[in-house]
């Protein structure tokens, strides 16, 4: 714990501050779903991960908070990261001055623990003077309780990708045991991407910490599931999060019309009017589906103090040395990678 100035404390989150953390995370405009204490629980219990997690207060009111994973890995390096496995994070805080407490007291913790960076995943510029990587951006934008209006607004070539699911006769369902039917489509579908997978425990976990706020949309042909995407929900906001489809699907427009039955229940069903598609790496794949889906691009500030490395980590499967490690895991039988995957991915945060 440090004594700043000002009357404000900085201190680790403790079990009886986790009811006043949520509610100060939920009044707060520039607060993310990622900012939410249950991912420390994530964290912790999921991939075996030590959370810094630092509250700022005065007068015993909290006024701004900090949420904080270290992945430590002789593959992948050591980082301090708010927060790892999220596209958002960084500092959360009423004014700069609290803000600049905060960011004095991550920098010591950095310094302390002897790590390589410290890294915010901050949707706003952080600090001037800390090296970003501009690699990322957000896509969001609004949506309609009418499922005309949501179809209208999709661009013409997906949206005629939409309808060719529609008439394939594909449905959608909520199905709220997220690590099962959602777990096997996603994973089969980052192996095809040379990605190692999660462990299936890891989406077990996000669905009890999180509750009603996290939930699976499975996308099937007749009986035959052929896409899916976990979710969560955030104030007014649906955030798809691990999506994908088989092969199947992909012939069937699937991934498409997932998204937009997606639209569609969120908005109708909880009254969601922001759909948030997350991160995509500038020209990638994705990048350039989401903006074919109607999004605008909005790039995230991903700023990085240097404390033992002299420069930015790279883990991007852009990265060429990563190159042919990505061509081998394509070829694994699916079994085996969903083994080995999650060995991989726990550092990958």
Not at 187 to 213: C, I, Q, Y
Request: hydrophobic content about 40%.
């Amino acid at each position: 714990m440090s004594q700043t100035c000002a009357g404000v404390t900085v201190r680790a989150l403790q079990p009886q501050d986790v009811a006043a953390w949520d509610r100060f995370v939920l009044k707060m405009d520039q607060a993310t779903f990622f900012h939410r204490s249950g991912w420390k629980q994530v964290l912790e219990e999921a991939f075996g991960h030590k959370t810094y997690y630092l509250l700022a207060e005065a007068d015993g009111v909290i006024v701004g908070v900090l949420p904080l994973g270290r992945i430590h890995s002789l593959l992948f390096g050591d980082a301090l990261i708010s927060t790892p496995f999220c596209v958002y994070g960084g500092i959360v805080a009423v004014d700069g001055a609290v803000a600049m407490v905060l960011e004095q007291e991550a920098v010591s913790l950095a310094h302390r623990l002897g790590v390589d960076h410290l890294e915010m995943r901050a949707t706003a510029p952080v600090h001037p003077q800390w090296l970003t990587k501009d690699l990322y951006c957000t896509f969001k934008k609004t949506i309609f309780p009418d499922a005309d209006a949501n179809l209208r607004a999709i661009p013409r070539k997906q949206r005629a990708e939409v309808r060719r699911g529609i008439s394939k006769g594909l449905t959608g369902m909520v199905d709220h045991a997220v690590e099962t039917i959602c777990y096997d489509i996603y994973s089969e579908s980052v192996r095809n991407l040379g990605t190692p997978v999660f462990p299936r425990r890891f989406f077990s976990v996000l669905k009890k910490v999180f509750g009603a706020d996290c939930d699976a949309l499975v996308i099937r042909q007749q009986k035959r599931p052929v896409a899916a995407v976990l979710n969560f929900y955030f104030r007014d906001q649906v955030l798809p999060y691990y999506g994908g489809s088989i092969a199947e699907g992909r012939e069937l427009g699937a991934t498409p019309f997932m998204y937009y039955d997606l639209m569609n229940r969120a908005a109708g069903e909880r009254g969601v009017r922001v759909f948030d598609f997350g991160r995509s790496k500038v020209g990638s794949g994705p990048y350039d589906f989401k903006r074919y889906f109607g999004f605008e691009p909005q790039a995230l500030h991903y700023a990085f103090h240097l404390v033992r490395g002299t420069d930015m980590p790279n883990i991007s499967p852009n990265n060429p040395k990563y190159q042919m490690f990505i061509r081998l895991w394509k070829t694994l039988p699916l079994g085996l990678s969903r083994r080995l995957g999650p060995m991989l991915a726990k550092n990958l945060g």
